[in-house]
């Protein structure tokens, strides 16, 4: 455990480290702690309106897309939960087959599509571009889930008189909140690591922070505190996630299909 921890942490400290230098410590050689401590590199980051833009648009596209994917993805996953139908074996298949697909094969389509109707450099297209890999995670994680909890439950609900968004407002999802919990987790962090297709279907107003990071190359070379100090600041997000739904993310690993 020790062993692990040192190697998971020791990128994470050294990254730490050098948002703290200046480019001629960091260029000077090896040291465990900054010489001349600095605060400039966040500086810029919090005064570049580039910079905290591209927080922002992340930040903005990346709960979008949580939302819309939760939004779409409970309903569909109570019906393959449910009901037998035609196909359904096949159509949950296929929607796995969507979220192993890499990102760059949607590259030309959506690009192209996305200018043809206007959504081009949108905060929406990002969002709905992400939902074609979130949207079958989604449902994936709450089948399992939502096959967890008896049937009879339903029919219950319903013989008490209530009708079926009541029933599943206030009583199902309640019992199923774990799995939300995870399912938001998991949509939040893969949207937020995804660059390819962010990148590409933005670039001005909706450009998110990963793209401003890869063009810290200026004309002196590399700005490496600068790049260092937006790394440490883009865990954040991650990290304030995983503390508000760590409760359910432990429960939904024992109990869930994750």
Not at 45 to 54: M, S
Not at 60 to 77: D, F, G, Q, R, W
Not at 179 to 186: C, L, N, P, Q, R
């Amino acid at each position: 455990m020790v062993c692990y921890l040192l190697f998971v942490l020791v990128p994470i400290y050294w990254l730490l480290n050098m948002s703290f230098k200046t480019n001629q410590e960091i260029l000077g050689g090896l040291s465990l702690f900054p010489q001349n401590f600095t605060l400039d590199n966040y500086r810029v980051i919090f005064t570049d309106p580039t910079w905290y833009n591209g927080y922002l648009n992340s930040i903005y596209y990346v709960s979008l897309n949580t939302i819309i994917s939760l939004v779409v993805a409970l309903p569909a996953a109570y019906a393959f939960s449910r009901y037998k139908f035609v196909g359904d074996k096949h159509l949950f298949f296929w929607l796995l087959t969507n979220r192993m697909s890499p990102p760059a094969v949607f590259l030309l389509p959506f690009f192209q599509l996305y200018s043809s109707v206007g959504l081009f450099d949108t905060h929406i297209a990002v969002a709905l571009a992400h939902c074609l890999f979130n949207v079958p995670l989604a449902v994936w994680i709450l089948e399992g889930f939502m096959s967890g909890v008896p049937k009879e439950i339903d029919e219950t609900a319903y013989i008490d008189g209530y009708s079926f968004p009541h029933f599943f407002a206030k009583i199902f999802l309640p019992m199923i909140r774990s799995g939300i919990g995870v399912t938001a987790f998991f949509c939040f962090m893969f949207s937020w690591v995804e660059l390819l297709l962010a990148r590409t279907l933005t670039s001005i107003d909706a450009k998110p922070i990963g793209a401003v990071m890869t063009r810290t190359i200026t004309a002196s070379g590399v700005d490496w505190g600068v790049l260092a100090a937006a790394g440490c600041l883009t865990i954040v997000p991650g990290v304030l996630v995983i503390w508000f739904v760590r409760n359910h993310v432990a429960k939904g690993f024992a109990l869930g299909r994750v």
